[in-house]
């Protein structure tokens, strides 16, 4: 054998179950990685995919040959990590996932004095708001918010979150402010709508201790919390916006806080990856990264609880 890049990418094709998305995941043609697969297969003397027009799968071979292919490239690069910690450097391609309205306004602005602190390293960033498989896709670490789905990953708690019903100063100077959850009925509301479920994003308040949720939608629903504050600052309505999205403009007068006697403490964000024997350095330089940037009890939260 050659190489062992045939290895690698017939794992990603293994992994996908597709050429194609194997091929995004590895920046090449889908021509490119299906030449490989076959020029491996040949090397080999077997076949080790089934492939028909809608899907492709392994066969018996192929699945023995990939169980031994992901041990041999987990060996290899828990070797490469082993020597980076002897240099304590972080290098590489470091894949990273994190929500869209945190990314844009918390994360991407601080992320140039990370890469000076870094320079070996490249990042490649999803922003979206998507569930993902982080070892499907291959992605290192991820910001999320809220409790991981998978136990198995590894979470790092970084801070909490608020969020917090605002509206325009215009707009409760013609409509009047709800004084009470129960108020909202009588009011426009602007809704965050999951689209691939169709429903609508529960509102979450707190009383006398006890934590109660109540659904709202109104003339306008949307997928994207940039666009909610957008709204609400225009006047269309009431919105529940996350604190570190909403500070900047309760801040400056373009939004007022309303029902602060129902305010429910949120989500936690945390850092999550992969279990592994030994964290990769940039892994370990990311992790280090949030948790110097997002201190347990940030700006946003004073702005938005003041």
């Not at 076959?38 to 990939?66: A, N, P």
Request: net charge positive; with cysteine.
């Amino acid at each position: 054998m050659e190489n062992l890049n045939s290895l690698r990418v017939f794992v990603r094709v293994a992994e996908a179950r597709s050429f194609a998305k194997a091929a995004k995941r590895l920046g090449l043609t889908g021509s490119a990685v299906s030449k490989s697969v076959t020029r491996l297969e040949k090397e080999l003397g077997v076949r080790l995919l089934q492939r028909t027009t809608r899907s492709v799968g392994l066969t018996d071979d192929g699945q023995s040959f990939f169980e031994h292919c992901q041990q041999i490239l987990m060996d290899i690069e828990h070797a490469e990590n082993m020597l980076s910690k002897i240099s304590s450097a972080a290098y590489g391609r470091l894949r990273l996932h994190m929500p869209v309205a945190f990314g844009r306004r918390v994360i991407i602005p601080a992320i140039p004095a990370f890469l000076n602190k870094h320079p070996n390293l490249v990042l490649n960033v999803e922003l979206s708001d998507r569930t993902i498989d982080m070892a499907y896709e291959g992605v290192d670490a991820a910001v999320h918010i809220g409790e991981p789905a998978d136990a198995r990953l590894i979470a790092r708690k970084l801070c909490n979150l608020r969020f917090v019903a605002c509206a325009s100063p215009e707009y409760l100077a013609r409509h009047g402010e709800p004084r009470t959850p129960d108020d909202l009925d009588h009011h426009h509301c602007l809704a965050y709508v999951i689209l691939h479920s169709g429903r609508y994003r529960e509102w979450l308040f707190q009383k006398d201790g006890k934590i109660f949720g109540k659904t709202v939608s109104g003339r306008l629903n949307v997928n994207n919390t940039e666009t909610l504050l957008e709204a609400a600052i225009a006047g269309l309505g009431i919105a529940m916006i996350s604190n570190f999205t909403a500070a900047e403009a309760i801040r400056s007068g373009k939004l007022r806080r309303i029902l602060t006697d129902y305010a429910a403490i949120g989500p936690q964000v945390s850092v999550i990856y992969l279990p592994n024997r030994n964290l990769s350095p940039k892994v370990r330089a990311f992790v280090e990264f949030l948790q110097e940037l997002l201190p347990p009890n940030p700006d946003w939260d004073k702005i938005t609880l003041s």
